[in-house]
């Protein structure tokens, strides 16, 4: 089965700090990373996309992809108590699906 | 991207009743997607809806319990059927966004709780 794992967390970072968030998978031909952003209550919202090994940067927010390990992570900078929210990882594994995992909750204190 | 309604946002149901949730796209879409979200769990695709075919249910999934119809290239329902209080969820739809492939949008998602 595959499978997308995250700590569940919540992981807590002080403001101004920086945040990783990480994910691992299992299947090796997948090609396509997301990370969403989801506010309580609301619906999930994109922030990053990376399709290729290395770094990927969005202001203050960048991806990293590395496929030999099978991992992604979602570090934000200059973290603000506007980005508490659960963090959730998504990767394409067949055409358009989406498995997405079990998401990491990530509290910014002021 | 697409901008996508869904309606109810929220509803509180019996047990054994049935509910049908709708989903409106402002763009036609070739692919619509139903998500559930079990409170405090993540998102797990419940079907992919296809327009002219029948749905494409995940494993798990029947089209039993969660009929679905798209009647055409910007709409959708999904049916919950005689629901018990294990249905509680959040249910959203959603599409893939114009702008880049395998991208995923998301309505606001409808609230059941079931009693």
């Known amino acids: 089965q595959k499978e997308v794992e995250q700590n569940s967390g919540p992981l807590s970072v002080p403001e101004g700090a920086i945040a990783s968030l990480n994910c691992t998978y299992s299947d090796r031909v997948s090609q396509s990373f997301f990370w969403y952003r989801q506010y309580s209550g609301k619906s999930p919202e994109l922030i990053m996309s990376?399709?290729?090994?290395g770094d990927k940067e969005d202001g203050r927010f960048t991806a990293q992809l590395n496929k030999a390990s099978q991992y992604v992570s979602l570090l934000i900078r200059d973290s603000q108590p506007s980005d508490s929210a659960t963090y959730l990882c998504a990767v394409d594994n067949a055409g358009n699906m989406l498995t997405f995992g079990g998401g990491t909750r990530l509290m910014v204190k002021p | 991207s697409a901008v996508i309604s869904q309606k109810p946002s929220r509803d509180i149901c019996q047990r054994g009743t049935s509910l049908t949730i709708q989903c409106q796209v402002d763009s036609q879409v070739t692919m619509m997607f139903w998500y559930r979200q079990q409170p405090g769990q993540s998102l797990t695709l419940i079907a992919t809806?296809?327009?002219?075919?029948?749905?494409?249910?995940e494993s798990g999934f029947v089209i039993d319990k969660f009929p679905i119809s798209r009647p055409n290239l910007t709409f959708s329902t999904l049916t919950v059927s005689n629901m018990s209080p294990e249905d509680s969820s959040i249910y959203l739809c959603?599409?893939?966004?114009?702008?880049?492939?395998?991208?995923?949008?998301f309505g606001a998602g409808s609230r059941l709780t079931v009693l």
């Open positions: 809806a296809n327009q002219g075919s029948e749905a494409t249910y």
């Open positions: 959603s599409v893939l966004a114009i702008s880049g492939a395998n991208v995923l949008t």
């Open positions: 990376i399709y290729s090994n």
